[in-house]
């Protein structure tokens, strides 16, 4: 599943499943209900879009879930007659189809980790544009995770660290990699250059590189030795 910043320009318009529905099915759960009536006049404007319920956040959700069959559920972050994460948690296990978006107006790192354990596959920031909102909502529904600009790198350590300390996962399953991602980081840890993976692999001294940085940046480590040691502790873990 791939992973990008929550941006406006990294987002796009990509074309997802929603081009083959006849509208995609939104929940919005909302306790401010001026910005829960904004949010939905908003989404309603949208051709391919349509919320299908928006409450307060203080009735049965799983049961609102079943009910409407959303595609995406908004969830705000802060709900005050519901514990945000446990909502998540139930329905992402529940209900896996569908995709939880959670809206805030500045989450705190642990907020936004926690949410990520639970199950969310995407995140607005409350002060973010129509734009962004809408293409968040289109990128998930496709399969992309959506994560907040400013919170996306300390987000990673966070998740490797939480994954590191419980023992039960490994780094490059806490941060979702490609399969090509994947095999690379195998051949790093059996201490193979390069030009050596690269051969391995058939690919590129340069695309080789490319993969590097990315699974350094998706990892949140500084260098190779520092994969291949994440790598061999992670095997001591399972």
Do not use: C
């Not at 990008?4 to 939104?26: A, E, N, Q």
């Not at 209900?95 to 805030?104: A, D, E, N, R, T």
């Amino acid at each position: 599943m791939t992973v990008v910043v929550g941006t406006k320009s990294t987002l796009g318009h990509p074309r997802g499943p929603w081009y083959r529905m006849k509208k995609l099915r939104i929940l919005l759960i909302e306790d401010n209900r001026i910005l829960r009536d904004g949010i939905k006049a908003m989404i309603n404007k949208q051709a391919d879009l349509r919320v299908v319920a928006a409450s307060g956040g203080n009735h049965d959700t799983l049961l609102q879930v079943r009910t409407t069959k959303p595609h995406v559920v908004l969830i705000d972050l802060g709900l005050r007659n519901e514990n945000g994460v446990q909502v998540v948690t139930v329905l992402t296990k529940e209900l896996p189809q569908v995709k939880v978006i959670g809206m805030g107006l500045i989450p705190s790192q642990q907020d936004i980790v926690e949410f990520v354990e639970a199950g969310a596959a995407g995140f607005i920031l409350k002060d973010a544009t129509v734009a962004d909102v809408l293409a968040t909502i289109r990128a998930v529904a496709h399969g992309t995770k959506i994560l907040p600009p400013l919170l996306t790198g300390s987000l990673f350590s966070h998740v490797v660290n939480h994954a590191l300390a419980k023992g039960k996962r490994a780094v490059a399953s806490a941060v979702r990699m490609t399969k090509r991602e994947r095999e690379v980081i195998v051949l790093i840890a059996e201490g193979l250059s390069n030009k050596e993976i690269a051969s391995r692999l058939n690919l590129s001294t340069y695309t080789v590189k490319s993969h590097i940085h990315n699974i350094l940046e998706k990892m949140a480590l500084h260098s190779r030795l520092e994969i291949a040691a994440h790598t061999y502790e992670n095997k001591d873990h399972s």
